[in-house]
């Protein structure tokens, strides 16, 4: 049973727009969210990351929510731009073990 | 300062045979984790080591696999023998260790896979 779930597989978006990539979770023992992004032929790349205790964290154009009672996050990229174009991981942590979900493709059109 | 580094990069072989898989951790990294990624699914845990010590090995999918760090450098993961199903990118990757009392958050680096393909 998938404890995260990224049920989209696929977000196409225009340059400067915003992009909203959403993650549900079901185990409520995770206490660290992180995003990954991943380039094809490469290893995932830490982006951003939220504590349980947080709803918010913003780093530059990347912004992650916390709604911890939906047991629901998203990554916002705002403006969006070409080099976004990646595959994107939402993960959770339990002490030292990362859950990942499925990713979602985003394709940012020029 | 390299990053995570992972050979091969791509290992083509037939059912029945062995594959051994290497990590070199990020320089001073005592955390190295092995995780796989199957064909469009999500990226799964294999097991976590601390220095040469298995701290984890709770996905682990069989006796089928053989991870060991020895001397708490660089890693293996070996598969024998492969099966169809072990077919897909296997990922390694390491963190610093954090202060006592603190936890790791998850902020992991990443190498770039051995994808593994059993025909």
């Known amino acids: 049973d998938q404890q995260v779930k990224q049920n989209s597989p696929s977000l196409s978006v225009q340059e400067g727009r915003i992009s909203i990539l959403n993650c549900d979770y079901t185990n409520s023992m995770f206490d660290y969210f992180l995003w990954y992004k991943k380039y094809p032929a490469e290893g995932p790349t830490f982006l951003i990351s939220i504590s349980s205790i947080k709803d918010k964290n913003e780093d530059g154009r990347f912004t992650v929510f916390l709604n911890k009672s939906a047991k629901h996050l998203s990554l916002h990229i705002v403006p969006s731009q070409p080099g976004d174009s990646a595959v994107y991981f939402c993960a959770a942590s339990e002490w030292d073990k990362l859950t990942f979900g499925k990713g979602i493709t985003l394709s940012v059109r020029p | 300062e390299a990053g995570v580094t992972q050979f091969p990069s791509h290992s083509v072989i037939e059912k029945g045979q062995t594959v051994t898989l290497r990590c070199d951790p990020i320089?001073?990294?005592?955390?190295l984790y092995w995780y796989r990624r199957v064909m469009g699914k999500e990226i799964k845990f294999l097991l976590h080591?601390?220095?040469?010590?298995?701290?984890?090995e709770s996905g682990m999918p069989n006796n089928r696999f053989l991870a060991e760090r020895t001397g708490g450098t660089y890693s293996t993961l070996k598969v024998q023998p492969a099966e169809l199903e072990d077919s897909g990118v296997y990922f390694c990757?390491?963190?610093?260790?954090?202060?006592?009392?603190?936890?790791?958050?998850?902020?992991?680096?990443f190498g770039e896979g051995s994808r593994l393909t059993v025909l």
């Open positions: 990757a390491s963190s610093q260790d954090k202060l006592a009392g603190e936890r790791n958050t998850g902020e992991l680096f």
């Open positions: 080591f601390v220095k040469e010590s298995k701290q984890d």
């Open positions: 320089s001073g990294h005592d955390n």
